[in-house]
């Protein structure tokens, strides 16, 4: 199984282009989550998805967008870059329970770059 | 807000020694604690995944503990070896529909031969 794919694993932008990353899941997992991580700041929840169609805003959501119209990919959405978005973004996805999440699975991180 | 802390941001030892890790959460209703390992350049891996009613939990030289009432867990690694060298991240949800889970900052482990 190739569990989380990311795509692109690199990318440059211009300030001001737009991009999207794209995550792929073959656990048939109903939750799918996408995270920055920058030095010194920890993982930040971007955006999540509890089920196909669903979305909804984490912790830092300002200036991207999320799409989950099929189950197994979540696409994250760069309207316009800034230079503050430059960062490794990370796509996770789990499956739960009555008593919660179970194991979270990640990809292996799109590293972005806006000049 | 539930808050996540690591502590020691970084921690270096020898090959061989019994090391532990710590994890400290400040919201105890928690529905369970999951202990990551980051390499450099790659994604996270789960090492270990401790349901609120759990101690702990054991994979190989591994062992998580968690101890809700005091906000704290502690991941064990006994005789530490140079591929143990990673950074470890742990991470919580809180209960109350939160649906997702908060991470600490890691702690950066080195294990010299």
């Known amino acids: 199984n190739a569990g989380v794919t990311q795509t692109p694993k690199f990318r440059v932008l211009k300030t001001g282009q737009s991009m999207t990353l794209l995550c792929a899941q073959d656990m048939n997992h109903e939750y799918m989550y996408w995270y920055r991580q920058d030095p010194g700041m920890g993982l930040r929840l971007i955006h999540y998805s509890v089920g196909e169609g669903t979305t909804a805003k984490g912790e830092v959501p300002d200036g991207y967008n999320v799409s989950r119209l099929k189950k197994q990919n979540f696409l994250l959405g760069l309207e316009s870059a800034a230079p503050s978005q430059t960062s490794v973004y990370f796509c996770a996805s789990t499956q739960r329970t009555r008593g919660g999440p179970g194991e979270l699975f990640f990809g292996e991180g799109s590293r972005l770059t806006v000049l | 807000k539930q808050e996540v802390t690591q502590i020691p941001a970084a921690l270096s030892v020898p090959e061989g020694e019994n090391l532990v890790l710590n994890c400290s959460f400040t919201d105890s209703a928690i529905y369970n604690l999951q202990w990551f390992r980051q390499d450099p350049g790659k994604g996270l891996t789960s090492l270990l995944l401790i349901q609120s009613s759990q101690r702990e939990q054991t994979s190989g030289r591994l062992n998580a503990s968690l101890d809700k009432s005091s906000g704290r867990s502690t991941l064990y690694i006994a005789a530490s070896q140079p591929g143990d060298s990673a950074t470890y991240l742990c991470?919580?949800?809180?209960?109350?529909?939160?649906?997702?889970?908060?991470f600490g900052k890691g702690t950066k482990l080195t294990v010299n031969p």
């Open positions: 991470a919580v949800e809180s209960q109350g529909g939160s649906e997702k889970l908060v």
